[in-house]
């Protein structure tokens, strides 16, 4: 057994996410495990671009309100308590709504996770209008 170090609370880089994020690990795996988990903290509007994971990824929200968007347009609105699993190669986003800062727990394996464009003003409101 061993007293996990902690990790210095890191803001989110602009090529994955778009506003105000910030992420602290809380654990990274070493071989044989893959397991990742990170608290990442959203300022309202904030969000990641989309991406997928090769083996999913599964969020949890602490506090605050926040979406998790697929490429068809299904949408969840997810709110403290709130557990939402993307399966493996979904591409999604997920991020606060724009009146409230958002704080979710990031669980998924490995560094398979495929960055790609950033979501678009027009695709975040979209979303969001559809879950007010």
Known sequence: ME???RTRTTQGPAQ???GQVWFDTLFRGENPSRA???TVRFAPCARTAWHSHGLGQTLHVTEGTGLVVTR???AIHMRPGDTVWTPPGEEHWHG???DAFMTHLALWEGDD???LE???DEDYLTAQQRHR
Do not use: E, Q, Y
């Open 3 to 5: 007293l996990v170090p």
């Open 113 to 115: 996770v495929t960055w």
């Open 36 to 38: 990742r988990l990170n």
């Open 72 to 74: 068809d347009g299904h």
């Open 118 to 120: 950033h979501v678009t």
């Open 16 to 18: 994955m996410f778009t």
């Open 96 to 98: 606060a709504i724009s």
